[in-house]
């Protein structure tokens, strides 16, 4: 069964970084894209990012362009985001998504998510 | 980039009834249109893809349509895990693969 585990959450001060991960199991990790979407408190969905299976295809949202980088190792079926800069908007429940095949980009499997949280 | 408009925003609704939710987008997105239901303190789930096609292990009850700009999504005899909210996200062309802002379905 796939899961998708994310880790790396926390609380960091603005202008601060930090990298989130997500490792992946119950499928075969570098044939599917794979995508990053955030939540912030009580509000909806913001897609961030996503990647191909070769690590590349990656675009990014504007809110996130030059400060976030998506990455992956396929060897260790792992997703990755690195988040610089980090502003008090980023305040967010961070969610690693599987993209549907091929190229339909629906989120088919998510993570539980895990919380970041920028404040001095 | 390609905005998705949910309508309304929340609704009440009773057990057993029939719930309608509607996404519009900005520009043609043909039928590259996914729903989703989240509860509270929970991941979103996918239920239905391309606009019409219900997801594996989605109740029956669920069902999506539309094309083109405006979609639908439907509950026929709403059950109570279904209080939840729902959003709609195209994934048309390249990214941003924007969601609507949600609709929050509450128990009347």
């Known amino acids: 069964q796939v899961e998708l585990v994310e880790s790396g959450g926390g609380l960091v001060k603005p202008g601060g970084s930090l990298r989130l991960s997500c490792a992946a199991s119950g499928f075969r990790f570098s044939e599917f894209f794979m995508s990053w979407v955030r939540q912030a408190p009580g509000k909806g969905l913001e897609w961030l990012s996503n990647?191909?299976?070769?690590?590349?295809?990656?675009y990014y949202a504007d809110s996130v362009k030059g400060r976030f980088t998506i990455s992956r190792d396929n060897a260790k079926n792992s997703l990755y985001l690195q988040m610089d800069s980090l502003r008090a908007e980023d305040t967010a429940v961070y969610y690693c998504?599987?993209?549907?095949?091929?190229?339909?980009?629906?989120?088919?499997?998510w993570g539980h998510g895990t919380l970041v949280t920028v404040s001095s | 980039a390609i905005r998705m408009t949910q309508s309304p925003s929340s609704l009440s609704a009773s057990t057993g009834d029939r719930v309608t939710i509607t996404c519009r987008a900005s520009?043609?997105?043909?039928?590259?249109l996914a729903w989703y239901q989240q509860n509270p303190g929970k991941a979103p789930k996918l239920l239905i893809r391309?606009?019409?096609t219900l997801q594996g292990g989605v109740p029956s009850r669920f069902s999506g349509s539309g094309s083109g700009t405006d979609f639908t999504l439907t509950i026929s005899g709403l059950q109570s895990e279904d209080f939840a909210t729902y959003y709609c996200?195209?994934?048309?062309?390249?990214?941003?693969?924007?969601f609507g802002q949600g609709t929050k379905v509450e128990i009347k």
């Open positions: 996200q195209h994934y048309y062309g390249y990214p941003p693969y924007t």
């Open positions: 998504a599987r993209n549907g095949p091929g190229i339909d980009n629906y989120f088919d499997f």
């Open positions: 391309g606009a019409s």
């Open positions: 990647v191909g299976g070769d690590d590349n295809g990656k």
């Open positions: 520009q043609f997105i043909n039928s590259y």
